[in-house]
């Protein structure tokens, strides 16, 4: 059998989310012995391409939209067939949907890789009818495994769970806070209502209507764009809300996170939470909702503050405590970034990659 070739298959080279740790991801499969190309299906605004391009991954950008499937579902048959695929590797809904269709009419295995905590109903349901086309399902993270195996009907032994993140040895590491100056908060997210930034807002304004005064100035800043910035504006000039600032997209987030002394992600819905795993390792004390990876990251009390998704009294609580006591925020951030050196390990990162993909393609598969 030749060297196997995988066709990564991505909705588009929009910046965050998915699109962004390609690189790594194709890195582990190019070390077990595959050629790795990367197909998207548009390209937004092509954020994501600078590293993916760096990485070599020589990526085929289709031209078009978000809705014309059949032309999408056309182009991929034939760019990945051009390219003598062996394999599909498909990420989020759409990649995914149509790769569940093209992969067996051209004969090949398609390697399903899940991030979304949220389904649109349609798609849920085209995915369900199509689980079985797949050789294999992976998920991001425990969360998106067990939605996986409950929305979809995918068998355990069809799933696979590859965390999609490794703490990086370089990620610059926050400076703590001294008395004196301003306590930074921040967040990296888009601006869309899973992430919870309506939530934010609210629970300020909650602190302020209780008389809660810090004990120190904060200053709050927002890093992402999207279609909910207007909104979010109106919502926190309406509450009285300052101190708030949405910065816009950010091309330098390590950067930014170093300079935070508090890190916030009050989402409504997640898989993984790649953005709080980097506040974490930056050496951050993080107040998390309950969804996604976070439970399972977030120490309360040792590394920071878990929150009810969508509870903007839960979350009052947990910036009162937390604003309360800013003193304790070096020795919590010391913690997380411990912690998610021991649990993420880029070594542990590779192996886990490496295992997955042996599921599919045996080491004596060259052998056949």
Not at 120 to 146: E, I
Not at 254 to 271: D, I, K, M, V, W
Not at 329 to 358: N, V, Y
């Amino acid at each position: 059998m030749t060297r196997p070739r995988i066709a990564y298959v991505i909705n588009s080279l929009e910046g965050g989310g998915a699109a962004l740790p390609v690189p790594a991801i194709a890195q582990v499969l190019r070390d077990a012995g595959a050629d790795v190309r990367v197909f998207a299906l548009l390209e937004r605004d092509g954020r994501a391409l600078p590293p993916i391009a760096q990485a070599g991954l020589d990526p085929v950008i289709r031209t078009g939209g978000t809705g014309d499937h059949l032309s999408a579902a056309l182009w991929l048959r034939r760019e990945v067939q051009g390219w003598g695929a062996t394999h599909l590797w498909t990420s989020l809904s759409r990649a995914t949907i149509l790769g569940l269709i093209v992969g067996p009419l051209l004969g090949l295995p398609v390697i399903a890789w899940q991030h979304n905590a949220f389904l649109n109903p349609w798609n849920r349901r085209l995915l369900r009818l199509l689980q079985k086309r797949a050789a294999l399902w992976v998920a991001d993270s425990r969360s998106v495994a067990a939605l996986t195996e409950q929305r979809l009907g995918v068998r355990s032994e069809r799933l696979e769970t590859w965390p999609i993140y490794f703490a990086d040895p370089e990620m610059p590491e926050a400076r703590p806070w001294t008395p004196g100056e301003p306590l930074r908060l921040g967040s990296l997210g888009r601006l869309h209502p899973a992430k919870g930034y309506d939530v934010l807002i609210a629970a300020l304004a909650t602190l302020r209507a209780s008389g809660f005064e810090p004990p120190v100035p904060i200053e709050i800043a927002v890093a992402g764009d999207g279609a909910e910035g207007e909104r979010l504006k109106a919502q926190a000039a309406e509450a009285g809300v300052i101190g708030l600032t949405l910065a816009g997209y950010t091309a330098q987030p390590r950067e930014f996170l170093a300079g935070q002394h508090l890190y916030l992600q009050p989402s409504r819905a997640e898989g993984f939470c790649i953005a709080a795993h980097e506040a974490l390792t930056a050496g951050l004390p993080v107040i998390g909702a309950r969804v996604g990876e976070m439970p399972h990251s977030i120490v309360p009390g040792e590394t920071g503050w878990l929150v009810d998704p969508g509870d903007m009294n839960s979350l009052a609580g947990a910036l009162r405590e937390a604003l309360s006591a800013p003193g304790a925020f070096a020795a919590m951030g010391s913690a997380a970034r411990t912690s998610m050196f021991a649990r993420f390990s880029k070594e542990q990162f590779a192996a886990t990659g490496e295992r997955i993909w042996r599921t599919v393609f045996p080491r004596n598969a060259y052998l056949r």
